[in-house]
């Protein structure tokens, strides 16, 4: 082969590439559960002030209220479209509106939600925190004795575990009303033809499913910012690479812990 090189010496690189990233990963794990640990015993010997914690709660759900209305609205739109493309002279009309309900209450409500919650918040913290990280602000606070995990991690990661179910809560409702919008006004489905279909397909352990998966996407969205942020070096390059890494790594972590969410919840605790 050109200069030399043979499938042996590609195979060897290849396994230590492979090597390298292996190593990589577990030591990225490691650091994660490490802080994830610290994190934990600074929440059980003292847990951070309530005004933080309101603070980031305004930050993480007020603010992202406008744009959770926004993609659930279109959501519950698009919903009602391909249902009914699917539905057409197969099932009744009224099953239209329990298929919205149930598709959104279970998957699309929560998980599109975390995702753009993820992105914009996601992004947000870890920006603010890399900032606060390459301008020494953090070892600053260690410098005065305030533990950073309590006073800058805790309070975020609590806030979108409580935000995240209540704007799934919003955001159910609001795809159900873009559905029924659809529905009722360009798929002309009769409005109590819709609202028995409503009915008949509620299901409380529906939403409990949806509440539960945002409950867990809400700590990964709010961990996975703060992680990223404290890891920040190298100025303004290391803040965008790790405001880049924290929204991608949240995405993907939801996006698994939706599948085996749903295993559990569906297979087992459901059954």
């Not at 990280?133 to 806030?159: F, H, S």
């Amino acid at each position: 082969m050109a200069h030399g090189v043979t499938p042996d010496d590609i195979a060897l690189r290849g396994v230590r590439y492979a090597r390298r990233r292996a190593g990589d990963w577990l030591s990225e794990t490691g650091r994660l559960s490490l802080m994830a640990l610290e994190m934990t015993q600074a929440i059980v010997q003292r847990m951070p002030g309530v005004r933080l914690v309101v603070q980031q709660m305004g930050a993480i759900g007020v603010q992202s209220l406008w744009l959770v209305i926004v993609v659930s609205l279109f959501t519950g739109a698009v919903a009602a479209v391909q249902a009914a493309y699917q539905f057409t002279s197969v099932v009744p009309a009224k099953y239209l509106s329990g298929v919205i309900l149930r598709s959104v209450v279970i998957e699309l409500g929560p998980v599109l939600t975390a995702l753009v919650i993820g992105g914009r918040v996601g992004a947000s913290i870890a920006a603010e925190l890399g900032t606060m990280k390459v301008t020494e602000q953090i070892d600053a606070l260690r410098a005065m004795g305030i533990n950073p995990l309590r006073y800058l991690v805790a309070p975020r990661v609590i806030a979108a575990v409580i935000m995240l179910p209540i704007l799934t809560v919003y955001a159910d409702a609001i795809a159900i009303l873009g559905g029924f919008v659809v529905a009722v006004t360009a798929l002309e489905v009769p409005v109590p033809t819709y609202v028995q279909g409503l009915r008949e397909f509620f299901f409380l352990k529906d939403v409990m499913s949806g509440l539960v998966k945002a409950v867990f996407f809400g700590n990964i969205i709010g961990f996975m910012g703060c992680y990223y942020g404290f890891q920040t070096e190298g100025g303004a390059e290391g803040v965008g690479r790790a405001t880049t890494g924290a929204v991608v790594t949240s995405c993907v972590l939801i996006l698994i812990l939706d599948y085996v969410l749903a295993t559990v919840l569906f297979r087992i605790v459901f059954a």
